[in-house]
Structure formats: structure tokens, C-alpha cells
């Protein structure tokens, strides 16, 4: 094993900096340390032991002539790890994602993975090179299918606000498509990126705010492109409306742009007055390929651990999700409602029961929404189409319990997503279910 040392090893007494050395050197020495590490891992006897003080010397001296003092080893290995010689891997549990697929109600879905483990960061980058891989897929079907139509080719994507979603992104823009997962972007399509429902901007909100994730995954297309086939649209709307009001805020020219793409149905009337030959629009049509969602859970109840049985009552713990406290921050008696209405969880901020049908949100007799650019038909519409997307992506998490959302999302009566990407312990819990 490699054992530590604290004592220095430098013979000058000179504290080694790896940042003042020239970038070729700093190149040079990582990989001299990566094929050292590699062959002392790759050694079936174990023994003598490999110190850092040893391996530190042993590359000081290929690459520096010189010894370097061991206390530089966490600097260097921190750099062989950010500049992707060494990687942090994910493992798939196959048959777990089988078992899952057998339950009733998931044979449908079309894909099921099951990351081991719970890390967040491999979680992360599974989901986010599922994520790639099927939008290259749906862009070669497009390709292929409109053959002469250019427009029709455009890949749509769309994203949903959350925690686990924005985690996503961040894993797809910290891969290089074409060396870490072998994408060829060269024959990607144009790309649209829509934002698809609201989120606060706060500072906790925004790392999941899909506005800013739609920009920054257009930015990184163009990028891995080396040219400009991207565009975002943000979405901006109030995030919280009447739902007598929703049609006046569809019709508003910033949510209309997106609607147009997302769910044309709601702004038909505009839509028929600008192009006089469309007729008419099928109330679950889009032009969305691929949705990327997370779902959202409540906070976990329990019993009180009172005595007085007629006076104890469940008590909550755990944050619940981004739509439930949203809700009370807006003045919803959310346990109230979520009795009456018998609710499990949200997806794409909106309320579901068990058996996937909506569920209101209601004030003072007033119904309200959280406003979105896509409404759960259209999530059901295209999970039932083989040639379009909509991936759920779930991790468990401390006082979190989000297997009632999950198993709403897919249920027989209405399906919202096609595939689904989950940790271990949340595969479990759900097989379990």
C-alpha cells in the first residue's frame, strides 16, 4: 500500500512548488506519476510497501533530476485527477435495472439504469452520459428521417428546474463528449434548449434554476461543436399564476416564443392567425425531443412519540421539494391539500397522486399553477413515443424519500417519463414499493 511521510525528503530543505513549474514539466511529471501508481496497483505481491516519500523521490528524479519533498504528493495527485488522468467511475447494476423492469407498470419504460452506489458526482456523470448518448441517438433518427427538411431536423431539448437536474448539467459540461464518451459532434444537428418552468434566484436555487442550465449546456454544445448550432430560450413568466389567468400569460411574446416549440396547442389561436394554412393543433403535439426532470418529494412523515394518543399528531422532517416549499412560501396550507388531494410528490412542479393523475393547488377557492412550458400530457405524449425522451433522473438522499413521486411518474394510468436514472438505494426502495 502507499504510506505517508511526513518528513520531508527534499535534500535542498527547498519546499517544491508544482505550479511554478512550466506547463510541459507539469505534464511530464503527471504522467510519470500515473504509470508509477499504475504499476504499483497493477503488482499482484503488495509487498514491500510504496510510501509517498518513495514515489515522490522516484519522479523527482525522471523528470526534475532532483528529489521532490513528499508534502507536494496531495498537490499532484489533485492535478492528476483535474487534468484527467485519473477518473472517478461509476459502476451500473444491471440486474437490479432488470428486477426493476419486471415490476408491473416499468416494463414500458424503455430504459432503466441503476448506478451503485449513492456518490453523487458518479451518479452525476452516469446520468449526464445517458443524457448525451440519447440526444445523439434522437439527432441521427431526426437526420435520417428529414432527409430534406432542415428545420425538421433541429433537435429540441428540454429541461425541468431542480436539484438533481442541475447536477446533471453540471456533470455533461465537465466532460469532453468526444474523449470521455466517444460523441462525435460533428454530425449533431442545430439545437434548441428550452427552459421549461421557473425556479427562484436565489442563491440556493440557482445551481438548479433550468433558465441558467439551458444556457450554460447551449454554450457547451457550440463549444464541443467548435461552432454556433446551439440557441437557449430562458423562460420568463411569473412563477405562480391564477390558472384563469394562464392563457393571457401563454400569449405574452416571451412565453409565446417558447410555447411555440414546447406546446403549440395553448397558443393555437396565435399560432393560426401568423400561419393562416395550419388548421389546427393536436392538443398533445410538440416539437420537444428530450426532457430532462427530476422529481420532487415530500417531507417525510412520522408519528410523534407522544403518550397521549388522541392528542399526537405526524410530525414532518426533511426539506421536502423545491414545488412544496414554494407552495408554502406562497400560502398554501400544503398539508391541508396534500390530504385532501391525496399527492405523493410533484413533477415538473406539478402536484400528482398516486395514481399519476394531477392534483390542484388551491387558495381561498382560487386554483393557481406554478407556470411551466410544458404540461404533463405532453411529458405522458412523448414517453409513449419511442422516438423521443423524457429521462427522471433520482438519487436518495438524507431525509429524503422520493420512491411514492417516482412510482406516480410511471404509474399504468399515466406514464410521464420514458426512461429512468437511479441511485442504488433508491432502486431498492422502489423495487421494494
Known amino acids: 500500500m502507499i504510506m505517508g511521510n511526513s518528513k520531508a525528503n527534499s535534500e535542498s530543505g527547498e519546499k517544491f512548488d508544482y505550479y511554478k513549474l512550466p506547463g510541459f514539466k507539469q505534464r511530464k511529471l503527471l504522467e510519470c506519476l500515473a504509470k508509477k501508481i499504475e504499476k504499483f496497483l497493477k503488482t499482484s505481491e503488495m509487498k514491500p510497501k510504496f510510501s509517498t516519500s518513495q514515489i515522490m523521490d522516484e519522479v523527482g528524479l525522471e523528470v526534475l533530476e532532483k528529489s521532490i519533498d513528499s508534502r507536494a504528493f496531495g498537490t499532484v495527485i489533485k492535478n492528476l485527477y483535474s487534468e484527467g488522468y485519473i477518473r472517478l467511475g461509476y459502476h451500473l447494476l444491471s440486474k437490479l435495472a ?17 448506478v451503485a452506489g449513492s456518490d453523487a458526482v458518479r451518479f452525476a456523470r452516469a446520468a449526464g452520459e445517458d443524457f ?21 431536423q433541429i433537435l429540441n431539448i428540454g429541461l425541468i428546474s431542480g436539484r438533481t437536474t442541475g447536477s446533471v448539467i453540471r456533470a455533461v459540461l465537465k466532460l469532453d463528449w468526444k474523449k470521455d ?66 392563457e393571457h400569460e401563454d400569449h405574452a411574446p416571451q412565453t409565446f416564443e417558447i410555447l411555440k416549440f414546447t406546446e403549440p396547442y395553448r397558443v393555437r389561436s396565435k399560432l393560426q392567425n401568423n400561419n393562416k394554412k395550419r388548421k389546427s393543433y393536436n392538443a398533445n403535439e410538440t416539437k420537444l425531443d428530450i426532457v430532462l426532470a427530476g422529481v420532487g418529494e415530500l417531507p417525510i412523515r ?13 410530525v414532518t422532517s426533511g426539506e421536502g421539494s423545491i414545488f412544496y416549499n414554494l407552495a408554502k412560501e406562497f400560502g398554501f396550507d400544503m398539508d391541508k391539500i396534500i390530504s385532501a388531494e391525496h399527492i405523493v410528490g410533484d413533477i415538473a412542479f406539478t402536484a400528482i397522486r398516486s395514481d399519476g393523475e394531477s392534483a390542484k393547488l388551491c387558495k381561498n377557492g382560487t386554483e393557481y399553477v406554478f407556470y411551466s412550458a410544458v404540461q404533463l400530457p405532453i ?13 427522471l433522473v433520482a438519487r436518495d438522499d438524507e431525509n429524503k424519500y422520493k420512491v411514492p413521486a417516482i412510482y406516480a411518474s410511471i404509474a399504468e394510468r399515466h406514464r410521464y417519463a420514458s426512461r429512468l436514472v437511479l441511485d442504488e438505494e433508491t432502486a431498492r426502495k422502489l423495487h421494494r414499493y
Do not use: W
Not at 98 to 114: N, P, T
Not at 132 to 152: A, F, G, Q
Not at 208 to 224: P, R, T
Not at 379 to 391: G, P, R, T
Open 181 to 246: 464518451i466517444g460523441i462525435n459532434v460533428d454530425n449533431l444537428p442545430y439545437v434548441r434548449v428550452f427552459s421549461l418552468n421557473g425556479c427562484l434566484t436565489l442563491p440556493a436555487f440557482l445551481s438548479g434554476n433550468s433558465s441558467i442550465l439551458a444556457y450554460e449546456l447551449n454554450e457547451k454544445i457550440n463549444s464541443e461543436a467548435g461552432k454556433n448550432i446551439a440557441q437557449a430560450y430562458g423562460l420568463s413568466a411569473p412563477l405562480l399564476v391564477k390558472n384563469e389567468q394562464l
Open 302 to 314: 412520522r408519528e410523534s412519540k407522544s403518550c397521549d394518543k388522541l392528542t399526537s399528531e405526524p
Open 98 to 114: 432488470d428486477k426493476l423492469h419486471a415490476k408491473s407498470g416499468f416494463g414500458k419504460l424503455e430504459k432503466i439504469l441503476v
Open 132 to 152: 448525451i448518448n440519447r440526444l445523439v441517438e434522437i439527432s441521427k433518427y431526426k437526420r435520417d428521417r428529414y432527409k430534406n427538411s432542415k428545420d425538421e
Open 379 to 391: 411529458l405522458e405524449a412523448m414517453a409513449a413515443d419511442k422516438n423521443k425522451s423524457v429521462i
